[in-house]
């Protein structure tokens, strides 16, 4: 029977896993870190624009107003 310490590539496998690990949860508290620092962002900024309003009656033309 082999001992552990012959069996090296197990202990390389585990050493891969617990620094993806760490890797991983460092990088979740930095993130929430930032998200949390940084203020809300509004997603869809409003920018002016023109409004065109076309208006059909039965007993006139069409009339178009721009505001």
Do not use: N, Q
Request: hydrophobic content about 45%; charged content about 15%; glycine content about 4%.
């Amino acid at each position: 029977m082999s001992s552990w310490t012959s069996l090296w590539y197990v202990w390389l496998i585990l050493l891969t896993v617990f620094l993806l690990l760490l890797c991983g949860i460092t990088a979740g508290c930095i993130k929430f870190c930032c998200r949390k620092k940084r203020p809300p962002v509004e997603t869809f900024p409003r920018h002016p624009g023109d409004l065109t309003v076309i208006a059909i009656d039965s007993d006139s033309t069409a009339h178009s107003t721009v505001t």
